[in-house]
């Protein structure tokens, strides 16, 4: 591969390029996928110290499980994008393009990727009333690669042992397994092995989002602020002028997930942008919701109810504990309640139970409204938070897909089967490009910039003219710790003869191709 780039005198600079493969789709589920970190090695913070020292590594050692290790550098994010009439197919790492880590718990992420698989999404989504529940695993990805998860951690609470445990583990005793009617919010009780991005991985290394996915959205723009020093991201809240939020993510429905700002009035384009607003309250016997603290956890929301197939009155065996300090409210998801089950309207203020509010995505956190990519209206997810940035409840998606769960893990023969059609290839198989400033001079000095491949060695040669038998090498370099790479070279500056310079990468440095 190789890119030119000629300089006639040091005060007239001429760029040549070949030409760049044309858009092919103004389609969404193609184009917002945060394509351009593929270029980069996957990174992490292993202790807070490097952290913040700004030392990160490129691979890593799992000591509780050292076959999830990432003993070979891998590439970040999504890194091949295919589609059919039906179907978006996607290859990635679920590895994110910023920094991750550190995380309050042995586990660690490891490149995801597998030779014979991908994972797709419905090109057109389809509804019923029969809801799918999301379950435990991805329920989408980011637009990052970063997998997206429901508001569990996978334990729920344990009547006979009077204690939270795991229901999708088993054990000796029975009564060590959780009964899956309280069922643990992972934000409460997971958010302290939280990275500063908001996610955390998995005992075999899955990396993914529980919540709102603040380290994403920083990189899309949607009104979050990054700390160099501190490494921290947080929710720009001093200001009242505010961007649509971007399509963040794509759930297993085939809806776009988009972050937390949208029209004030969902068919109105020109109306002004705020943040959206849950229709999910703590159940604190505000709006009409029982107050758990007085009655104790012996109900269900109705929502839960209709999940689990369980109506009230509970009996003894299926009660929760007390609110505590070590079950405070909102420790579990049965601790909210839906406004709409209370009398409440989505999108419009409303009056009910001597309380009036306005909310605007229903239970599945989803509202059919016009976006910037839709202009003619979609249903779409909304990640929610509160006025003071932190993260609320249901965060991503409710307790079901509002539409028809048919995308998920498929295999690369399926995908053959369907004849997709190859959009984006990535990573190793990237055409460098130069810069948007290619070259600069400073005094002497001429410096060279060009979009790189991690791990890339690469030669700059020079020629006086185009012929392929006159080029001198100048000098042979590898990109490291980023994308973009530069090389020097001393000029006479009183030439006036044309001056073409080229770069070749030679080679690449080995790393974990798994499912690339």
């Not at 890593?60 to 590439?75: K, M």
């Not at 006979?160 to 583990?169: F, G, R, V, W, Y």
């Not at 609320?392 to 004849?419: C, E, H, K, L, Q």
């Amino acid at each position: 591969m190789s890119i030119f780039h000629k300089r006639r005198a040091l005060s007239c600079i001429s760029l040549v390029l070949f030409a760049l493969e044309p858009v092919l789709h103004a389609d969404p589920q193609l184009t917002s996928w945060l394509t351009e970190a593929s270029t980069k090695y996957a990174r992490i913070y292993t202790t807070s110290n490097n952290r913040t020292a700004g030392i990160s590594a490129v691979t890593w050692t799992n000591t509780i499980n050292p076959s999830d290790s990432q003993t070979s550098p891998t590439y970040a994010g999504v890194h091949e994008i295919n589609y059919s009439s039906n179907w978006v197919y996607i290859k990635n790492t679920g590895l994110a393009p910023y920094v991750m880590g550190p995380w309050n718990n042995p586990n660690l992420p490891k490149n995801q990727g597998k030779s014979n698989e991908v994972y797709r999404f419905p090109r057109t989504p389809t509804f019923s009333t029969n809801k799918t529940p999301t379950g435990m695993g991805s329920i989408g990805f980011l637009v990052d690669g970063v997998s997206i998860y429901n508001t569990s951690d996978g334990f729920s609470y344990s009547y006979a042992h009077n204690q939270d445990a795991s229901p999708i583990t088993t054990f000796t005793d029975p009564g060590k397994n959780g009964d899956g009617i309280w069922n643990r919010d992972a934000w409460p009780n997971e958010g302290g092995s939280f990275d500063y991005a908001l996610n955390h991985p998995q005992p075999s290394g899955q990396y993914h989002a529980h919540v709102t996915a603040i380290g994403v959205r920083y990189l899309l723009g949607d009104n979050v602020l990054y700390n160099e020093s501190t490494k921290k991201y947080s929710e720009n809240t001093n200001t009242r002028v505010f961007q649509h939020s971007p399509i963040i993510g794509w759930i297993n429905d085939g809806l776009p997930l988009y972050g937390a700002y949208g029209y004030s009035d969902p068919m109105d384009s020109t109306s002004p942008i705020r943040r959206m607003v849950s229709g999910y309250v703590l159940r604190n016997g505000t709006y009409g919701t029982t107050n758990l603290a007085i009655s104790g956890r012996t109900s269900l929301p109705k929502w839960a109810q209709e999940a689990q197939g369980i109506t009230n009155p509970l009996i003894d065996s299926q009660y929760g504990p007390l609110v505590s300090t070590n079950y405070e409210l909102g420790h579990f998801s049965e601790d909210y309640d839906y406004l709409g089950d209370h009398g409440y309207t989505q999108g419009s203020t409303s009056t009910a139970n001597g309380s009036t509010i306005l909310f605007d995505l229903n239970q599945y956190n989803v509202r059919y409204c016009k976006t910037p990519e839709f202009p003619n209206g979609t249903y779409a997810y909304f990640t929610t938070i509160t006025a003071s940035g932190a993260p609320w409840f249901p965060y991503n998606v409710g307790r079901w897909y509002y539409g028809i769960r048919t995308g998920g893990a498929s295999t690369t023969s399926a995908m053959a089967t369907d004849a997709a059609t190859l959009y984006y290839k990535g990573a190793t198989n990237t055409v460098e490009t130069w810069t948007t400033n290619p070259i600069s001079v400073s005094g002497n000095i001429v410096t060279l910039s060009w979009n790189a491949v991690e791990g890339g060695t690469y030669q700059v040669s020079a020629s006086t003219n185009l012929t392929s038998t006159n080029w001198t090498p100048l000098s042979y370099m590898v990109s490291t710790n980023g994308n973009i790479a530069t090389n020097t070279e001393n000029v006479d500056t009183t030439a006036t003869p044309k001056k073409f310079y080229k770069v070749n990468r030679t080679g690449m440095a080995p790393y974990d191709s798994v499912g690339y």
